[in-house]
């Protein structure tokens, strides 16, 4: 099967590009950042340190891992390496799922690395069960990442979507929420704009549900949060990895 | 461009799967609760410097999606008890917390004065009405119409006479827009003549006339329709009140509205 020695590959580029030392400095100025908050924080440090860093690191670790896939894919387009790939015995699929697995086992040791501060400021399980929703948002982005660097083979394109993408999925239940409150109930174009909004959340995962700060402060996701999370994250990737197959069939190499 | 190929060389199983996938989606999507701004959930606001470091660089867009986000807060629509869960003190710092983000924006006071001071309950309705009031000195000709309004409430809801007085006082003494109608600056007479004192709302009206501030034929008009009204009820108390004094004090006058 040629899914596995491409997923291997891919992992093997991430341990030998910058991606290690980047962890590691997002891991260092976590820790510097920790060091201020204590400083000029009166109560609740340890809230406040643990808040204010894994909004931090959850937002670095989304960076780094789109980052990577879409640079990734970039590079390897650019050294024909897709071309040469399927020029054996390989179907598309086989390449595109072993990509895949690659960058979600990079997601997850991403995930993994940079939750591991975090232990110093709230329990180990709130933050087990942190990092294990932050391991399914980070499956959903390197599946979004993928699928948009091969639709649209530019790296500026392809991060623009991919930002707009993370932007709206974490703020589509408030663009809900808003679209909901219109005064005015008669009226056609704000129903309009209530469906559209309704139709736009259908569509994207709920990542304001997912890797919550508060977990860390309040007692910890419950079961329903993970299991939500989980159950959102394999639907998701497998209707992005869907989208990508189906567009990767369709493009004449 | 890149060149495509047809969508019947996609794998069935690719297509079935993109299809299954999507709807697996859309049925996931239906099932989960739709989001909700519930009364609960409006905890006080962060301090004006917090909220600045917030915004970026950009208070008056955070201030504009602060606003059209606080007013989904316990809305129900159609309800006949509408923010009743709401704490009024906390919405009403956010609402000065947006203010300090863009003090220009007329939608904090608008909302304030004609959407959560209506609700029926008198106790809250003062707290956003007092809010209009501390916060109309910040700009006076620019917030009058919210501070205007307040004293309509505060006279025709709360039926709260001194505290429609105290609206209409300020904007008599602080509001010098030229935009702004006459009976803005010319609320304190009726609301005088509301509380039965006749006389200093007479000599208020009559003042306003002489002055030649009125510039407005139909609102000198008006106004000097509304003095011979008073007149006339002053001539009639003073009557009634020589023929049968018990009886002006068991009738007090009818109340005018400006």
Wanted: proline content about 7%; hydrophobic content about 55%; aromatic content about 8%.
């Amino acid at each position: 099967m040629s899914i596995l020695p491409i997923a291997r590959i891919t992992l093997l580029e991430a341990a030998r590009s910058r991606l290690v030392w980047l962890v590691g400095l997002a891991l260092v100025a976590s820790l510097a950042v920790a060091g201020f908050l204590q400083q000029v924080a009166l109560i609740e440090v340890r809230e406040i340190q643990g808040a204010i860093i894994a909004a931090l690191l959850r937002a670095c670790a989304a960076f780094f891992v789109v980052l990577f896939v879409v640079m990734s894919m970039v590079r390897e387009a650019n050294d024909k390496f897709l071309e040469l790939a399927l020029s054996q015995p390989m179907p598309r699929a086989g390449y595109l799922l072993g990509k895949y697995l690659g960058f979600a086992a990079v997601a997850a040791a991403v995930a993994v690395a940079l939750s591991l501060p975090l232990a110093l400021f709230a329990p180990v399980a709130h933050v087990a069960g942190w990092a294990l929703s932050l391991v399914c948002e980070l499956l959903i982005m390197a599946a979004v990442s993928l699928f948009c660097v091969l639709t649209l083979s530019h790296v500026l394109a392809a991060l623009t979507a991919v930002a707009g993408f993370y932007v709206l999925a974490r703020s589509v239940a408030a663009l809900q929420i808003i679209a909901a409150t219109s005064p005015d109930t008669v009226a056609l174009a704000p129903r309009i704009a209530d469906w559209i909004a309704q139709g736009i959340a259908l569509l994207m995962p709920r990542l304001d549900r997912m890797t919550q700060s508060a977990w860390l402060a309040d007692g910890g996701p419950g079961v329903a949060d993970l299991a939500g999370a989980l159950g959102q994250a394999g639907i998701y990737v497998a209707l992005i990895l869907a989208a990508a197959l189906f567009d990767l069939y369709r493009q004449e190499l | 461009m890149a060149r495509t190929r047809p969508v019947a060389d996609v794998p069935r199983w690719v297509r079935a799967g993109a299809i299954a996938c999507l709807a697996a989606q859309f049925a996931w999507g239906t099932m989960q609760p739709p989001p909700r701004a519930e009364a609960e959930d409006l905890s006080p606001p962060p301090s004006p410097g917090v909220a600045r470091l917030l915004a970026v660089g950009e208070p008056v867009a955070a201030a504009k999606v602060l606003m059209l986000h606080l007013q989904a807060f316990d809305y129900r629509k159609g309800t006949n008890v509408p923010y009743r869960n709401l704490d009024y003190d906390a919405l009403a710092a956010w609402l000065e917390l947006i203010l300090d983000l863009d003090p220009a924006g007329q939608y904090p006071l608008m909302t304030a004065a004609r959407t959560y001071a209506e609700v029926p309950d008198p106790v809250r309705s003062r707290k956003m009405l007092e809010l209009v009031y501390r916060e109309y000195f910040a700009d006076p000709n620019r917030r009058w119409p919210w501070l205007a309004h307040a004293a309509v409430v505060a006279k025709h809801r709360l039926k709260d006479m001194p505290l429609a007085l105290r609206y209409a006082t300020a904007l008599e003494r602080h509001t010098t827009a030229p935009d702004a109608p006459v009976w803005v600056r010319q609320m304190v007479p009726f609301i005088l003549a509301d509380m039965g004192e006749l006389e200093q709302a007479r000599i208020l009206i009559g003042g306003l006339i002489a002055s030649g501030q009125v510039r407005d034929a139909r609102d000198a008009k008006m106004l000097e329709r509304r003095l011979q009204m008073i007149e006339e009820r002053l001539a009639a108390e003073a009557t009634g009140a020589a023929a049968d004094p018990a009886s002006s004090a068991r009738h007090p006058p009818a109340t005018e509205r400006p």
